[in-house]
């Protein structure tokens, strides 16, 4: 473990997605004890997607825009998180990059399950695209991407997009993505006392997201049999996080369908260590998703 990271373990809180509700609450009051996030050179702007219930974005427009955007999808297991929480990745990103930062409050899970979420991301993607000179947004320059459950659904957005011949998607940007719900790799077997995410936390988070449904590969993009004609990816894991493996074998089955893809297997880490600023690893690793994102919408 990275020695900055490994002194912050015995005051990190236990993810317990027993109860959501609950746990929302408990989510709610750790977000509340942090310092806001630093929205130095952006301008903000808050709006609602017109589509099923009406999707809210926050829009983090930098003022030297590099006239890209990218549809940022948050984590917390398909159960928790928003876009005051968001902000905490989303002006870095913004303000690294340059492009345009539209971060979706999608519907959460048990409440709303699969595809609710998927149709919120897909709806905030069409809109987008739609309004792009009205966001100032060359739509030939959109990339979504996600942290955990987020990447999960950018991945899947991706997908949808290919399959459905939808807007075109410039680069996908998954950071320690839940990809697989089956568990058979060797991190997701392994690793059941790792900080913030474990083995059985995977589990109840799909088992609130998916129900009784069975997993289609929108909804586990690691199903999909074909991932040719997908956009090019910087895939991030983490060393102990049981959504290391997927991450990894996805970097690969995209490189043999034809995508070009960077992987960075960041050593040391755990999933969402990033949210420890102070600690140089995570400085290094959110300044790379922001250089990732900049490659890529570049002209």
């Given at each position: 473990m990275d020695p900055e990271l490994e002194a912050f373990i015995p005051l990190l809180s236990r993810t317990d997605l027993t109860d959501p509700v609950a746990y929302r609450t408990m989510y709610a009051q750790l977000?509340?004890?942090?310092?806001?996030?630093?929205?130095t050179g952006l301008e903000i702007e808050d709006r609602t997607v017109p589509a099923g219930p009406g999707v809210p974005v926050r829009i983090?427009?930098?003022?030297?825009?590099?006239?890209?955007?990218?549809?940022?999808?948050h984590g917390g297991a398909w159960v928790v998180g928003d876009l005051d929480v968001e902000q905490h990745w989303a002006a870095p990103i913004a303000q690294l990059s340059g492009a345009v930062v539209i971060t979706v409050d999608y519907r959460l899970s048990p409440e709303n399950r699969f595809p609710a979420a998927l149709d919120d991301a897909y709806a905030v993607l069409a809109w987008t695209y739609e309004h792009a000179a009205e966001l100032g947004v060359d739509p030939a320059r959109i990339a979504v991407g996600g942290h955990s459950a987020g990447g999960n659904l950018a991945a899947a957005v991706a997908l949808r997009a290919r399959d459905e011949q939808g807007p075109p998607i410039r680069f996908q940007l998954l950071n320690e993505a839940i990809l697989d719900d089956r568990q058979q790799t060797w991190s997701a077997r392994n690793f059941t006392?790792?900080?913030w995410n474990t083995r059985a936390v995977r589990a109840a988070a799909l088992d609130h997201y998916l129900g009784s449904q069975a997993a289609t590969p929108y909804a586990a993009p690691a199903?999909?049999?074909?991932?040719?004609?997908?956009p090019p990816a910087y895939i991030a894991t983490a060393e102990f996080d049981p959504n290391r493996d997927e991450g990894i074998d996805y970097a690969l089955r995209l490189l043999q369908a034809g995508v070009s893809v960077e992987l960075h297997q960041w050593p040391g880490t755990f999933h969402g260590s990033q949210a420890i600023t102070s600690a140089g690893?995570?400085?290094?690793?959110?300044?790379?998703?922001g250089a990732a994102l900049r490659r890529a919408l570049a002209d």
């Open positions: 977000a509340a004890t942090r310092p806001a996030a630093d929205t983090n427009r930098p003022q030297q825009a590099v006239q890209g955007a990218l549809i940022w999808l006392d790792t900080p199903r999909a049999t074909d991932l040719s004609g997908l690893v995570s400085q290094r690793q959110i300044a790379a998703l």
